[in-house]
């Protein structure tokens, strides 16, 4: 069973930053696709970023310049970036990997879900 494990969520003042990280035993990430999504109160998910196999970058437009994605390999994590925090940024971030190939930021793309780390951005 592949089971990614999020962290690093939690409150944050507007303008703030947080890191997220995305990890799951046994299995080497870099081989997966793996996307973030997040899913605010009353809305549906939707992506935020995504990489491949290959390293390939992809960011849904409200992302870029403020998100990074990116993957270590010696800690076997993968992380998610996010700057400049708006308290519009307020849901429960999720990780999904997927065997690819490419990656995607459509939730339907990805077989494995986390449970999510809640980020909550207010004054």
């Known amino acids: 069973q592949v089971q990614p494990v999020e962290s690093g969520g939690g409150l944050v003042q507007p303008g703030g930053s947080l890191r997220l990280s995305c990890t799951a035993s046994?299995?080497?990430?870099?081989?997966?696709?793996i996307g973030w999504f997040r899913q605010a109160p009353g809305k549906e998910r939707e992506g935020v970023a995504c990489?491949?196999?290959?390293?390939?970058?992809y960011y849904e437009q409200f992302a870029k310049g403020r998100f990074t994605i990116s993957r270590d390999n010696a800690k076997n994590t993968v992380y998610l970036e996010t700057n400049s925090l708006k308290p519009e940024d307020t849901a429960i971030y999720y990780c999904?990997?997927?065997?690819?190939?490419?990656?995607?930021?459509?939730?339907?793309?990805?077989?494995?879900w986390g449970q999510g780390t809640p980020v909550t951005v207010s004054s």
């Open positions: 999904a990997l997927d065997q690819g190939p490419g990656s995607s930021l459509h939730p339907a793309f990805y077989a494995y």
């Open positions: 046994g299995r080497t990430l870099r081989n997966w696709a």
């Open positions: 990489i491949d196999s290959d390293g390939n970058t």
